[in-house]
Protein backbone atom coordinates (compact mmCIF):
# COMPACT_ATOMS: atom_id res chain seq x y z
CA UNK A 1 0.00 0.00 0.00
CA UNK A 2 1.09 3.19 -0.46
CA UNK A 3 -0.69 6.35 0.24
CA UNK A 4 -1.28 7.28 -3.85
CA UNK A 5 -3.66 3.79 -4.00
CA UNK A 6 -5.16 3.56 -1.06
CA UNK A 7 -8.55 3.97 -1.42
CA UNK A 8 -10.03 7.62 -0.21
CA UNK A 9 -13.68 9.23 -0.22
CA UNK A 10 -13.07 13.02 -0.87
CA UNK A 11 -16.46 15.29 0.26
CA UNK A 12 -15.00 18.82 -0.44
CA UNK A 13 -14.11 19.42 -3.81
CA UNK A 14 -14.78 22.92 -5.84
CA UNK A 15 -15.39 21.93 -9.32
CA UNK A 16 -13.76 24.80 -11.03
CA UNK A 17 -11.19 25.15 -8.21
CA UNK A 18 -10.34 21.52 -8.98
CA UNK A 19 -9.30 21.97 -12.66
CA UNK A 20 -6.36 20.81 -13.78
CA UNK A 21 -3.62 23.02 -15.27
CA UNK A 22 -3.00 21.08 -18.41
CA UNK A 23 -7.10 20.74 -19.11
CA UNK A 24 -7.26 24.48 -18.92
CA UNK A 25 -4.38 25.51 -20.63
CA UNK A 26 -5.97 22.66 -23.59
CA UNK A 27 -9.45 24.77 -23.40
CA UNK A 28 -7.89 28.51 -23.61
CA UNK A 29 -5.51 27.25 -26.51
CA UNK A 30 -8.98 25.61 -28.83
CA UNK A 31 -10.62 29.09 -27.61
CA UNK A 32 -7.62 31.03 -28.74
CA UNK A 33 -7.20 32.18 -25.07
CA UNK A 34 -3.90 34.32 -24.39
CA UNK A 35 -3.29 32.45 -20.94
CA UNK A 36 0.15 32.22 -20.36
CA UNK A 37 0.74 34.71 -17.86
CA UNK A 38 -0.98 32.50 -15.27
CA UNK A 39 1.21 29.62 -16.02
CA UNK A 40 4.45 28.59 -14.77
CA UNK A 41 7.14 27.78 -17.01
CA UNK A 42 6.66 23.58 -15.67
CA UNK A 43 2.80 24.25 -16.74
CA UNK A 44 1.47 24.28 -13.32
CA UNK A 45 -0.57 27.92 -12.17
CA UNK A 46 1.49 30.62 -11.17
CA UNK A 47 1.39 33.12 -8.49
CA UNK A 48 3.03 35.43 -6.50
CA UNK A 49 0.83 36.34 -3.30
CA UNK A 50 -2.70 36.24 -2.70
CA UNK A 51 -4.20 38.73 -5.13
CA UNK A 52 -1.90 36.92 -7.89
CA UNK A 53 -3.72 33.73 -6.85
CA UNK A 54 -7.35 35.33 -7.51
CA UNK A 55 -6.16 36.73 -10.73
CA UNK A 56 -4.92 33.37 -11.74
CA UNK A 57 -7.91 31.67 -10.65
CA UNK A 58 -9.96 34.08 -12.44
CA UNK A 59 -8.10 33.67 -15.35
CA UNK A 60 -8.05 30.05 -15.47
CA UNK A 61 -12.11 29.76 -14.94
CA UNK A 62 -12.43 32.38 -17.88
CA UNK A 63 -12.26 29.83 -20.51
CA UNK A 64 -14.81 27.52 -18.86
CA UNK A 65 -17.93 28.53 -20.82
CA UNK A 66 -20.62 26.09 -22.29
CA UNK A 67 -22.26 22.97 -20.68
CA UNK A 68 -19.78 21.59 -22.50
CA UNK A 69 -16.44 23.22 -21.47
CA UNK A 70 -18.27 21.67 -18.04
CA UNK A 71 -18.85 17.90 -19.13
CA UNK A 72 -15.08 17.93 -19.89
CA UNK A 73 -13.86 19.29 -16.53
CA UNK A 74 -15.65 16.95 -14.98
CA UNK A 75 -13.86 14.10 -16.81
CA UNK A 76 -11.06 15.96 -16.25
CA UNK A 77 -11.11 16.52 -12.70
CA UNK A 78 -12.52 13.20 -12.01
CA UNK A 79 -9.40 11.19 -13.93
CA UNK A 80 -7.04 13.56 -11.92
CA UNK A 81 -8.64 12.48 -8.62
CA UNK A 82 -8.44 9.09 -9.41
CA UNK A 83 -5.26 9.38 -9.97
CA UNK A 84 -4.85 10.13 -6.33
CA UNK A 85 -7.16 6.78 -5.05
CA UNK A 86 -10.30 8.67 -4.54
CA UNK A 87 -12.91 6.14 -5.26
CA UNK A 88 -15.93 8.56 -4.31
CA UNK A 89 -16.01 12.43 -4.41
CA UNK A 90 -18.74 15.17 -4.54
CA UNK A 91 -18.39 18.22 -6.44
CA UNK A 92 -19.50 21.65 -5.26
CA UNK A 93 -21.43 22.92 -8.43
CA UNK A 94 -22.39 26.60 -8.86
CA UNK A 95 -25.18 27.44 -10.69
CA UNK A 96 -23.80 31.33 -10.47
CA UNK A 97 -21.28 29.22 -12.89
CA UNK A 98 -23.40 27.65 -14.62
CA UNK A 99 -26.39 28.80 -16.77
CA UNK A 100 -25.68 32.56 -14.39
CA UNK A 101 -28.78 30.63 -11.64
CA UNK A 102 -31.57 29.90 -14.68
CA UNK A 103 -33.10 26.96 -14.13
CA UNK A 104 -33.56 25.74 -17.40
CA UNK A 105 -29.70 26.92 -18.12
CA UNK A 106 -28.58 24.95 -15.11
CA UNK A 107 -30.39 21.50 -15.73
CA UNK A 108 -28.66 21.49 -19.26
CA UNK A 109 -25.70 22.18 -17.56
CA UNK A 110 -26.07 19.69 -15.04
CA UNK A 111 -26.96 17.01 -17.51
CA UNK A 112 -24.04 17.89 -19.31
CA UNK A 113 -21.74 17.60 -16.43
CA UNK A 114 -23.58 14.09 -14.97
CA UNK A 115 -22.53 12.91 -18.53
CA UNK A 116 -18.96 13.57 -17.95
CA UNK A 117 -19.53 12.19 -14.48
CA UNK A 118 -20.42 8.91 -15.78
CA UNK A 119 -18.25 8.87 -18.04
CA UNK A 120 -15.55 9.40 -15.88
CA UNK A 121 -16.80 6.61 -13.75
CA UNK A 122 -16.67 4.08 -16.64
CA UNK A 123 -13.40 5.19 -17.82
CA UNK A 124 -11.53 5.68 -14.06
CA UNK A 125 -13.95 3.70 -11.31
CA UNK A 126 -14.78 6.79 -9.59
CA UNK A 127 -18.03 7.94 -8.08
CA UNK A 128 -19.46 11.54 -8.36
CA UNK A 129 -22.48 13.35 -6.94
CA UNK A 130 -23.06 16.85 -7.34
CA UNK A 131 -23.42 19.74 -4.86
CA UNK A 132 -25.23 22.59 -5.55
CA UNK A 133 -23.09 25.73 -3.99
CA UNK A 134 -24.32 29.06 -4.04
CA UNK A 135 -21.73 32.07 -2.92
CA UNK A 136 -21.84 34.04 -0.10
CA UNK A 137 -20.49 37.19 -1.62
CA UNK A 138 -23.51 37.22 -3.74
CA UNK A 139 -25.66 37.75 -0.85
CA UNK A 140 -28.94 35.83 -0.11
CA UNK A 141 -31.15 36.97 -3.36
CA UNK A 142 -28.91 34.98 -5.64
CA UNK A 143 -28.70 32.55 -2.50
CA UNK A 144 -32.36 32.06 -3.26
CA UNK A 145 -32.15 31.40 -7.25
CA UNK A 146 -28.88 28.59 -6.76
CA UNK A 147 -31.40 26.71 -3.96
CA UNK A 148 -33.91 27.17 -6.55
CA UNK A 149 -32.06 26.19 -9.31
CA UNK A 150 -31.02 23.26 -6.49
CA UNK A 151 -34.53 22.34 -5.68
CA UNK A 152 -35.25 21.64 -8.80
CA UNK A 153 -32.55 19.47 -9.84
CA UNK A 154 -32.70 16.86 -7.15
CA UNK A 155 -31.82 13.51 -8.05
CA UNK A 156 -29.42 10.86 -8.53
CA UNK A 157 -26.83 12.82 -9.33
CA UNK A 158 -27.51 16.32 -7.39
CA UNK A 159 -27.98 15.33 -3.44
CA UNK A 160 -26.32 18.06 -2.00
CA UNK A 161 -26.51 22.05 -1.00
CA UNK A 162 -24.10 24.16 0.31
CA UNK A 163 -22.77 27.58 0.53
CA UNK A 164 -19.11 28.86 0.11
CA UNK A 165 -18.10 32.26 -0.89
CA UNK A 166 -16.40 34.87 1.48
CA UNK A 167 -16.98 34.14 4.81
CA UNK A 168 -17.03 37.09 6.83
CA UNK A 169 -19.80 38.40 4.41
CA UNK A 170 -23.38 38.06 5.63
CA UNK A 171 -24.50 35.95 8.41
CA UNK A 172 -25.83 32.60 8.59
CA UNK A 173 -29.10 33.64 9.21
CA UNK A 174 -29.41 35.96 6.01
CA UNK A 175 -29.09 32.14 4.08
CA UNK A 176 -31.62 30.46 6.40
CA UNK A 177 -34.77 30.49 3.35
CA UNK A 178 -32.83 29.06 0.80
CA UNK A 179 -31.15 26.16 3.33
CA UNK A 180 -34.65 25.18 3.93
CA UNK A 181 -36.06 25.12 0.47
CA UNK A 182 -32.82 22.78 -0.18
CA UNK A 183 -33.87 20.90 2.83
CA UNK A 184 -37.62 20.94 1.99
CA UNK A 185 -36.21 19.65 -1.85
CA UNK A 186 -35.02 16.08 -0.69
CA UNK A 187 -30.78 17.78 -0.70
CA UNK A 188 -28.80 17.16 2.16
CA UNK A 189 -26.73 20.28 3.49
CA UNK A 190 -23.22 21.74 4.07
CA UNK A 191 -21.71 24.99 4.44
CA UNK A 192 -18.18 26.52 5.25
CA UNK A 193 -17.59 28.32 8.48
CA UNK A 194 -15.14 28.65 10.78
CA UNK A 195 -12.08 28.92 7.67
CA UNK A 196 -12.07 32.11 8.51
CA UNK A 197 -14.74 32.74 11.16
CA UNK A 198 -14.92 32.27 14.50
CA UNK A 199 -16.39 29.30 16.69
CA UNK A 200 -19.72 31.50 16.93
CA UNK A 201 -20.01 31.23 12.51
CA UNK A 202 -20.03 27.70 12.73
CA UNK A 203 -22.59 27.89 15.75
CA UNK A 204 -24.65 30.31 14.37
CA UNK A 205 -24.50 28.04 10.76
CA UNK A 206 -25.55 24.99 12.76
CA UNK A 207 -28.15 26.76 14.63
CA UNK A 208 -29.48 28.37 11.58
CA UNK A 209 -28.86 26.86 8.49
CA UNK A 210 -29.56 23.15 10.27
CA UNK A 211 -26.40 21.64 8.26
CA UNK A 212 -25.27 18.08 8.96
CA UNK A 213 -21.61 19.13 7.67
CA UNK A 214 -19.49 22.00 8.01
CA UNK A 215 -16.55 23.08 5.56
CA UNK A 216 -13.63 23.63 7.19
CA UNK A 217 -14.98 24.35 10.36
CA UNK A 218 -11.47 24.67 12.27
CA UNK A 219 -11.78 27.28 14.01
CA UNK A 220 -14.59 25.64 16.40
CA UNK A 221 -11.20 24.38 18.43
CA UNK A 222 -11.40 27.72 20.10
CA UNK A 223 -14.69 27.07 22.27
CA UNK A 224 -14.29 23.42 23.94
CA UNK A 225 -18.02 23.78 24.42
CA UNK A 226 -18.54 24.02 21.06
CA UNK A 227 -16.51 21.41 20.17
CA UNK A 228 -18.51 18.60 22.78
CA UNK A 229 -21.38 19.72 20.88
CA UNK A 230 -20.41 19.17 17.58
CA UNK A 231 -18.81 15.38 18.74
CA UNK A 232 -22.05 14.81 20.20
CA UNK A 233 -24.37 15.65 17.70
CA UNK A 234 -22.29 13.95 14.82
CA UNK A 235 -21.92 16.66 12.77
CA UNK A 236 -19.05 16.08 9.80
CA UNK A 237 -15.92 18.74 9.32
CA UNK A 238 -14.89 18.57 5.63
CA UNK A 239 -11.38 19.87 6.92
CA UNK A 240 -8.96 20.88 4.19
CA UNK A 241 -5.52 21.02 5.91
CA UNK A 242 -3.31 21.59 2.86
CA UNK A 243 -5.28 24.86 2.18
CA UNK A 244 -5.80 26.33 5.27
CA UNK A 245 -1.94 26.50 5.24
CA UNK A 246 -1.42 27.70 2.05
CA UNK A 247 -3.82 30.11 2.79
CA UNK A 248 -2.90 30.91 6.04
CA UNK A 249 -6.75 30.06 7.17
CA UNK A 250 -4.11 28.16 10.04
CA UNK A 251 -0.47 27.83 11.31
CA UNK A 252 1.85 25.32 10.39
CA UNK A 253 0.56 21.92 9.80
CA UNK A 254 2.00 20.42 13.06
CA UNK A 255 -0.46 22.95 14.69
CA UNK A 256 -3.60 22.04 12.57
CA UNK A 257 -6.87 21.69 14.38
CA UNK A 258 -7.47 18.84 12.68
CA UNK A 259 -5.43 16.19 15.42
CA UNK A 260 -7.07 18.14 18.07
CA UNK A 261 -10.65 18.28 17.08
CA UNK A 262 -10.22 14.38 16.20
CA UNK A 263 -8.62 13.55 19.63
CA UNK A 264 -11.78 15.44 21.19
CA UNK A 265 -14.13 12.80 19.20
CA UNK A 266 -15.35 15.06 16.42
CA UNK A 267 -15.99 13.45 12.99
CA UNK A 268 -13.23 14.77 11.13
CA UNK A 269 -12.53 14.27 7.28
CA UNK A 270 -10.27 15.15 5.03
CA UNK A 271 -10.39 17.34 1.44
CA UNK A 272 -8.25 19.35 -1.11
CA UNK A 273 -10.55 21.97 -1.14
CA UNK A 274 -9.08 23.48 -4.74
CA UNK A 275 -5.86 21.31 -5.33
CA UNK A 276 -4.09 22.41 -8.11
CA UNK A 277 -4.23 26.00 -7.26
CA UNK A 278 -2.82 24.92 -4.06
CA UNK A 279 -0.28 22.75 -5.16
CA UNK A 280 -1.66 19.94 -3.34
CA UNK A 281 -3.50 16.28 -3.80
CA UNK A 282 -5.08 13.86 -1.41
CA UNK A 283 -1.77 11.46 -2.00
CA UNK A 284 0.07 14.23 -0.55
CA UNK A 285 -2.75 15.42 2.47
CA UNK A 286 -2.31 11.80 3.70
CA UNK A 287 1.93 11.94 3.57
CA UNK A 288 1.53 15.11 5.19
CA UNK A 289 -1.07 13.71 7.83
CA UNK A 290 1.33 10.54 8.58
CA UNK A 291 4.71 12.68 8.67
CA UNK A 292 3.31 15.37 10.89
CA UNK A 293 1.01 13.02 13.49
CA UNK A 294 2.07 10.08 13.00
CA UNK A 295 -1.50 8.53 11.49
CA UNK A 296 -1.06 5.30 9.28
CA UNK A 297 -3.48 3.41 7.43
CA UNK A 298 -5.51 2.67 9.81
CA UNK A 299 -6.22 6.28 10.64
CA UNK A 300 -6.83 7.16 7.31
CA UNK A 301 -9.35 4.00 6.67
CA UNK A 302 -11.24 5.54 9.78
CA UNK A 303 -11.06 8.72 8.28
CA UNK A 304 -12.35 7.44 5.16
CA UNK A 305 -15.10 5.00 6.57
CA UNK A 306 -16.50 8.27 8.29
CA UNK A 307 -16.63 9.97 5.04
CA UNK A 308 -18.17 7.55 3.50
CA UNK A 309 -20.78 7.44 6.39
CA UNK A 310 -21.20 11.37 6.02
CA UNK A 311 -21.29 11.33 1.81
CA UNK A 312 -24.58 12.46 0.03
CA UNK A 313 -25.70 9.61 -1.48
CA UNK A 314 -28.04 6.81 -1.21
CA UNK A 315 -27.70 3.30 0.64
CA UNK A 316 -26.72 1.43 -2.58
CA UNK A 317 -23.81 3.67 -3.33
CA UNK A 318 -22.59 3.27 0.03
CA UNK A 319 -22.41 0.04 -0.10
CA UNK A 320 -20.90 0.01 -3.17
CA UNK A 321 -18.15 2.39 -1.90
CA UNK A 322 -17.61 0.36 0.77
CA UNK A 323 -16.37 -2.41 -0.92
CA UNK A 324 -13.47 -0.55 -2.70
CA UNK A 325 -12.34 0.67 0.83
CA UNK A 326 -12.56 -2.86 1.86
CA UNK A 327 -9.88 -3.92 -0.85
CA UNK A 328 -7.16 -2.72 1.60
CA UNK A 329 -8.07 -3.93 4.70
ZN1 LIG B 1 -14.01 25.11 0.11
Avoid at 258 to 280: M, N
Avoid at 293 to 300: I, K, Q
Avoid at 305 to 321: N, P, S, W
Wanted: proline residues 4%.
Amino acid sequence: MTYRSLPKVELHLHFEGAAPPEFIRQLAHEKKVDLSKIFNSDGTYAYRDFDHFLEVYEGATSVLKSPEDFARLCTAVAEQSAQHGVVYTELFISPDFCGGSDVSAWREYLAAIKEGADKAEAQHGITIKGVATCIRHFGPEMAKQSALCAAETVGDFLTGFGMGGAEMMHRPSDFAYSFDMAREAGLQLTCHAGEWGGPDMVADTINDLRVERIGHGINAIKDRALVDRIAAAGIVLEVCPGSNVFLNASGDLKDHPIKALRDAGVKVTVSTDDPPFFQTTMTKEYEDLAAAFGWDETDFNALNQTALDAAFCDAATKDKIAKRLETTK
